[in-house]
């Protein structure tokens, strides 16, 4: 379980900053640094059972069904880029401290800062392909929030959308990728993909699984074509482009193709896809780098030149050439946060990133200068530097791979050309910042930074010399292990300064030299750039941007009009299509089932059903008579369900009807009487065609269905019911025992929607009219004698009635569902008969906690369950017996019926008695209509 504890802290670390921010940035980030130094620490003490071979794991069960668990390992794969993701993030925490200003909100900065450390540690961490995926797409939420976290810059907006954009759709691809992966061999643990190499790559579907999963990975790490995304995230504070340039985001898709490389590298296609793409993408960031003026743009491309490199390396998959990419994995992360941090210390210090206003700066910053030189030299690949002995091997190994046959001499070629530009753009950053005289001042006087926020960029430059210095004691260790993981054994190797004099000594000796003559010949080389000035990479998304949305909005107008009929139109044909097509596979219509012979009652129930259809339709412009037409058709619903032997449904069928009719007549109180013609005889055509279609297709499928036998789990309902749940009434059974929890969730969402219609309607002042369509006034008898005396006849009748179907529910037709309506209606129509001030002055109770209490009660029963180590809502029954009641069955699926009921209560009478307050005048008014809306007289 200590695994565990490592993401878990760094999650933990998100809340953190939102409790420290009021005692200022110093409290602020050393109590955001505790955790992840409690999770280094933890990391470090692995080491030991790495070394025995062991590979610590845990997994915990969470969604079984899909093939998802909460499974975390750490092999050497994982231990190498968790000590960069959270020793290098820990260095960012203190160096972010002095870089931001005291006016901007650090606390949600660190928050999101380890809300992103988080993402990467599970996604190095991760066990199962699913949670990799879920981890990886939290990468791109996370940098999103941190490169657009100067809102108020459009840069960072645009640079954070155009990275949220290409690393989410290369995310889209890296899913499809992982569960065709999955599929493949039939599990999401990583365990099992690692060794099923040969089955992956002898599947047929093994080149279209490689693609998906390349392009998540090179859309993560900024690969060619995708590479233009990265150089645009510099927007972000340079904490955050530190840290994401050197260890974390852009070696997302590095490590993915190191993890899954012994499943799915090794082949041809690998190689070629691989390979040539990271060459690609080494030689454009190289070139691009040389030619920028900008101090981040500078250090960004150099970062798309490096990631390349690796790209490269994992591409020709040799032993030899793993080990060199991990090594220069870690020698990239050391140069180039410090580059980074330093570029933000002379951006704090000066006030300015432009090449044109930073020279001569080494008087001036001299600490900072020999750091920045260190650093430079270290990603040149100058000697007794580490990046020098990455560079050898990258070398050495494009020098003996035998990818291209015949033209192998291109790839040392090309890794030489970018040696030297490599070379050249390191001078370039050094020489124009501290040596050469800058054309225009700086707007800040320049100095050194506070030692601590130097401090960060002081250890990483030690690391690249000490590691140039004594490869064999820092680095061999963690290298072992990590190329282990990757190879499946472990790897004969020595690191060393010295191999002789050979051929990529010479290589990099060549590269030196001539990347010191390009750079002195830099000035022609920008006149040759501006030649062939590149396409703007942030203009050519925001149009291509701009371009879509302006498609998408056209095709939404055309299709939203703002026209129901279009809508339903829409809806209908759609829906008409899909059907017909399924009825055009059905070699006959009917099937082997025979059918229910007619009588003169479903005559009659039909025809008035369709009466009651079509005078709905006829009469729409007449709502009032359109509504009544449309209880017709409800009440035939409710007796064709009595008359196919469903109690149940008719109950509830009439109670709903009920209800709605009562919503209807006092929603209807604020509408027009009668609405304009809003139809031409063409759209009255077109609609017929379209119902009786429609009506014609869709009573066909309903006889093929009918008269067909269906596989169905009724009967699994109707054996269990008794011995499972206690009592007789299925459909009850059902509701509050097999499927208690979909209940649970319905009545959830009824108390929310009444709470939600309660707060909308809650003193809401709506015109007033004072008479009908044709001018006649509303009745001054505001409450009739006779519908009075029989609403206080009925009330006591009915809320017995209530009472009794609510007990009768679990073996006889009713139930919590249908009693609440039934004692809401009952309720509603006091309202109606007395009005509203007489009612609430006698039902002085609030109904909001009435639908609050009722999800209460039925999820405290379902918990209750728990106590007896049962599943969640589990129920349980027995048989009793009293001298006078006799036998009779308890069960406390009725105290979840009774969360029903009060739920049902609670939300029905929020809605209906808040919309009658709003018909209510203050007090009567006997006056005629003679001012408009919003302007009549106050009543």
């Known amino acids: 379980m200590t695994l565990l504890w490592i993401p878990l802290l760094t999650l933990l670390g998100v809340l953190v900053p939102v409790f420290t921010e009021r005692y200022g940035r110093g409290v602020l980030s050393l109590a955001t640094a505790t955790l992840p130094a409690v999770a280094l620490a933890l990391t470090l003490l ?53 870089y931001l200003s005291a006016e901007e909100a650090s606390g949600r900065f660190f928050a999101y800062l380890m809300l992103f450390m988080t993402a990467m540690v599970g996604i190095v961490m991760a066990d199962n392909l699913l949670l990799l995926w879920l981890f990886w797409e939290l990468t791109s939420l996370s940098s999103f929030l941190l490169i657009g976290f100067w809102s108020h810059s459009s840069e960072a907006r645009k640079g954070a959308r155009m990275a949220m954009t290409v690393t989410g759709a290369g995310g889209l691809a890296l899913l499809a990728g992982l569960l065709l992966l999955g599929d493949m061999v039939g599990s999401f643990d990583l365990g099992v993909v690692l060794e099923s190499g040969d089955a992956i790559r002898a599947d047929s579907r093994y080149p279209l699984m490689l693609v998906l999963v390349l392009l998540g990975a090179f859309t993560k790490s900024a690969q060619f074509p995708f590479q233009f995304w990265l150089p645009h995230a510099m927007s972000a504070p340079t904490p955050v482009s530190a840290y994401l340039h050197s260890a974390t985001m852009v070696k997302a898709g590095i490590f993915l193709m190191a993890r899954l490389h012994p499943a799915i590298g090794d082949t041809a296609l690998w190689g070629w896809i691989v390979t040539l793409t990271g060459m690609a993408t080494f030689l454009y960031g190289a070139w691009f780098a040389l030619i920028k003026t900008d101090l981040k743009a500078i250090l960004a491309f150099s970062t798309v030149s490096h990631l390349g490199l690796i790209t490269v390396l994992l591409g020709v998959g040799s032993p030899m050439a793993i080990l060199a990419a991990l090594f220069h994995i ?232 703002g026209s129901l009929q279009r809508y339903m139109s829409l809806l209908l044909g759609a829906s008409l299509l899909l059907a017909t097509l399924g009825l055009l596979d059905l070699p006959t219509l009917a099937g082997d089932k025979p059918s229910q012979p007619l009588d003169g009652v479903l005559i009659l129930g039909a025809a008035l059903l369709i009466f009651g259809a079509v005078g709905t339709a006829v009469t729409h412009r007449y709502r009032l008579i359109s509504l009544l037409m449309l209880s017709v058709v409800g009440l035939l619903v409710s007796l064709t369900f009595a008359r196919f032997s469903a109690p149940d449904l008719a109950l509830t069928q009439l109670s709903v009807e009920v209800v709605t009719m009562i919503l209807l007549m006092l929603a209807l109180f604020f509408l027009p009487q009668k609405t304009p013609r809003e139809s031409t005889a063409k759209r009255n055509i077109r609609d017929l065609l379209l119902a009786g279609s429609l009506g014609m297709v869709v009573a066909s499928l309903n006889y093929a269905v009918l008269t067909r036998d269906m596989s169905s789990i009724a009967h699994f309902f109707m054996e269990n019911s008794i011995p499972g749940g206690g009592g007789h009434n299925v459909v009850n059974v059902i509701l509050v025992d097999f499927r208690g929890f979909d209940t649970l969730g319905e009545i959830t969402v009824l108390a929310l929607a009444g709470l939600a219609i309660f707060k909308l309607l809650n003193r809401l002042r709506l015109f007033m009219p004072h008479s009908d369509g044709e001018g006649r006034l509303w009745s001054p008898d505001r409450y009739p004698m006779i519908l009075t005396s029989v609403s206080q006849a009925l009330l006591p009748l009915a809320l017995l009635v209530s009472a009794f179907i609510f007990l009768r529910g679990h073996n006889q037709p009713g139930g919590g569902f249908i009693a609440g309506l039934i004692a809401a209606v009952a309720l509603i129509l006091v309202y109606m008969a007395r009005g509203v001030e007489w009612a609430q002055s006698r039902l002085d109770f609030q109904y909001q906690p009435v639908a609050i209490a009722g999800v209460a009660v039925a999820t405290l029963t379902g918990l209750g369950s728990w106590a007896f180590g049962r599943p969640f809502l589990t129920s349980a029954f027995g048989h009793f017996h009293l001298p006078i009641l006799g036998d009779f069955e308890l069960a406390t699926a009725m105290l979840f019926d009774l969360g029903v009921f009060l739920a049902v209560v609670g939300a029905t009478l929020m809605i209906l008695a808040n919309l009658g307050k709003l018909t209510t005048p203050h007090r009567p008014s006997k006056e005629p209509a003679t001012t408009t809306p919003g302007k009549e007289k106050k009543s």
């Open 46 to 98: 692995q080491i030991p059972t790495l070394l025995e071979g062991d590979i610590p794991r845990v997994s915990l069960a969470w969604l079984p069904e899909l093939g998802l668990d909460l499974a975390f390992r750490l092999d050497g794969l994982s231990l190498l880029f968790a000590l960069l993701i959270l020793g290098i993030g820990l260095l960012i925490i203190l160096y972010a401290a002095f």
């Open 330 to 561: 870690i020698n990239h992360a050391t140069f180039k946060g410090s580059l980074f941090m330093s570029a933000g210390i002379i951006d704090h210090e000066t006030g300015t990133r432009e090449l044109s206003k930073l020279g001569g700066l080494r008087k001036a910053m001299p600490v900072t200068a020999v750091l920045v030189s260190l650093a430079a030299a270290a990603m040149a690949g100058v000697p007794l530097l580490n990046g020098f002995l990455s560079k050898e091997m990258f070398f050495t190994e494009l020098l003996d791979t035998p990818l291209l046959g015949g033209l192998g001499w291109l790839l040392p070629t090309l890794a030489t050309l970018g040696g030297i530009l490599s070379v050249a753009y390191s001078l370039r950053l050094v020489h124009a910042v501290f040596f050469k005289p800058a054309k225009e001042s700086p707007p800040k006087s320049p100095h050194e930074p506070p030692h601590l926020m130097r401090l960060p960029v002081e250890l990483l430059v030690t690391v690249c010399v000490l590691v140039g210095i004594i490869p064999a004691v820092l680095a061999t260790g963690l290298l072992d292990l990590a190329t282990r993981a990757v190879l499946g054994e472990a790897l004969e190797f020595h690191l060393a300064i010295w191999h002789g004099f050979n051929v990529p000594l010479l290589m990099s000796v060549l590269a030196l030299a001539i990347g010191i003559l390009v750079y002195a010949m830099h000035s022609h080389i920008r006149r040759l750039a501006r030649q062939f000035a590149p396409v703007d990479a942030r203009r050519s998304f925001e149009q291509g941007t701009q371009t879509l949305v302006a498609a998408t909005q056209a095709i939404t107008l055309r299709l939203e009009n």
